[in-house]
């Protein structure tokens, strides 16, 4: 599920904000009136995503807080804001957010402008084109329709290649995209993922048993190639 956190100063537009982001789907880690209160929440969480007013109660606005936010926590904002003149966008456009939404908005332009901008990050993350999903951080966000959901990177279990597509295998269901399996674990770079085999790519923290043609992932038996083997057994440090 996609994390976003609102930043906004009017208590009745965040809870309306959070009511229809809650009633799409989106998973709401935050509510933050002022750049000092948006930043102990960034301490503790990391959203995949920030609704950021512009203008804020305090001595600095959205767009200093934008400042910060590239600085530190590198999370890609969306500007909500009743201000659209030239100078606010002027401003707004130099800390480069990836979409503006001007108030008052309706729910399905919000719904428009938050997939926008998870498509938006795509394009940026992957040279190719033609994906289902995109690696962004510790998740895999998956196409369906015009909707992206968000899969954890460390509730895979293992994946399987099928020509163009591949099948991956979670903690909970079984999806599929389109990706070829040498580029997809070159963008996961992790250490907790290895192929076993041309066909495959397991998640070790969820290896039970290792045998010499298998590896046993969730009472999965996933063939091992020879050489992934023996390169499997010096990476597990086997004696």
Do not use: C
């Amino acid at each position: 599920m996609v994390k976003i956190l609102i930043v906004e100063d009017e208590l009745i537009i965040a809870e309306d904000v959070s009511n229809m982001l809650t009633k799409m789907g989106y998973d709401i880690v935050g509510n933050a009136m002022d750049y000092d209160e948006a930043l102990s929440i960034l301490a503790s969480v990391t959203p995949d995503l920030i609704l950021l007013d512009v203008n804020l109660h305090g001595k600095k606005d959205g767009i200093d807080l934008a400042n910060t936010i590239n600085e530190k926590y590198k999370v890609p904002f969306v500007y909500t804001t009743s201000y659209s003149d030239s100078a606010t966008l002027q401003r707004a456009k130099a800390t480069n957010p990836i979409n503006y939404l001007v108030k008052p908005f309706k729910e399905e332009q919000l719904f428009t402008a938050i997939e926008l901008a998870l498509h938006k990050l795509t394009e940026n993350e992957q040279a190719e084109e033609n994906k289902d999903a995109v690696i962004i951080k510790d998740a895999l966000f998956i196409k369906d329709k015009f909707k992206y959901t968000k899969l954890n990177i460390n509730d895979i279990l293992w994946i399987k290649s099928d020509g163009n597509y591949l099948e991956i295998q979670t903690t909970q269901k079984e999806e599929l995209i389109r990706a070829t399996l040498s580029n997809f674990i070159e963008k996961l770079n992790s250490d907790i993922f290895f192929k076993t085999h041309k066909s495959y790519i397991v998640n070790l923290e969820h290896l039970t048993k290792l045998e010499t043609h298998t590896v046993t992932i969730a009472d999965k038996a996933i063939p091992i190639s020879k050489n992934y083997y023996e390169d499997l057994i010096k990476k597990l440090n086997v004696v």
